[in-house]
């Protein structure tokens, strides 16, 4: 009895050991990762400055919210050495009468104004929530010293604000609004990669933009 044929093998084709040529991301696909990181690191970086501005911005909208702080008032009264008050050809050593202010009654801040007449000279000295006013007579070196304290909450107050900060720290309010700058645009830039939200993110941006304009144009006198 003749015996059926064996089914035929399939033929294996040979696979090309050739890899695939790879497409070359575009531009807007290289853009994503490194704007995804500086969009992480800077708001982690500034992260504690954006805090700090945020919470003071409530604070100094709201002055009557001194959590208890009250102004005080110190004066104290002493003698500068002779040899400082100068004389009508000379200039009062101002740099030694300052230190001397700041080491025997720890006064603080900036020299705001020295001012220098014939009979006495008045200083102030200005720094956050604080400020301190110098009278004195040069022809008996006596002078009196008033220092006064308006509390923690104006410190920060006036910290957000910069005023009679120094130098530095206007350098730090300059980097803070900077990172702020970068997290706002590396945000939205973010937000034009995602397909799904895209629409939806900028008509929220565009109706928060809307609402400022309208609070501007109607409520602000």
């Not at 294996?12 to 690191?41: C, D, F, N, T």
């Not at 709201?62 to 009264?77: N, R, V, Y």
């Not at 001397?100 to 200005?126: A, M, N, P, Q």
Request: contains cysteine.
């Amino acid at each position: 009895m003749p015996q059926d044929n064996p089914p035929e093998r399939p033929v294996r084709r040979s696979v090309s050991s050739e890899p695939r040529p790879r497409h070359k991301p575009g531009l807007k696909q290289r853009l994503a990762s490194p704007m995804r990181w500086l969009h992480i690191y800077s708001s982690m970086f500034g992260l504690l400055a954006i805090l700090f501005f945020s919470v003071t911005g409530i604070t100094l909208n709201h002055p009557s919210w001194t959590f208890g702080s009250e102004m005080k008032e110190d004066t104290a009264k002493g003698t500068m050495p002779m040899e400082w008050m100068g004389d009508s050809a000379k200039e009062p050593a101002k740099l030694e009468i300052v230190e001397h202010l700041r080491k025997e009654h720890r006064v603080r801040g900036l020299v705001d104004d020295f001012t220098v007449d014939e009979s006495e000279c008045s200083i102030t000295l200005k720094g956050p929530a604080y400020s301190a006013d110098v009278f004195l007579d040069r022809e008996s070196g006596k002078y009196e010293v008033t220092q006064r304290f308006a509390g923690a909450t104006a410190f920060f107050n006036d910290l957000h604000k910069g005023r009679d900060s120094g130098k530095a720290w206007s350098l730090v309010i300059d980097i803070s609004a900077i990172l702020l700058i970068i997290v706002s645009l590396t945000g939205i830039a973010l937000l034009l990669y995602i397909k799904r939200r895209r629409r939806t993110g900028l008509l929220s941006s565009l109706g928060g933009l809307a609402v400022l304009l309208l609070i501007l144009w109607w409520c602000v006198p």
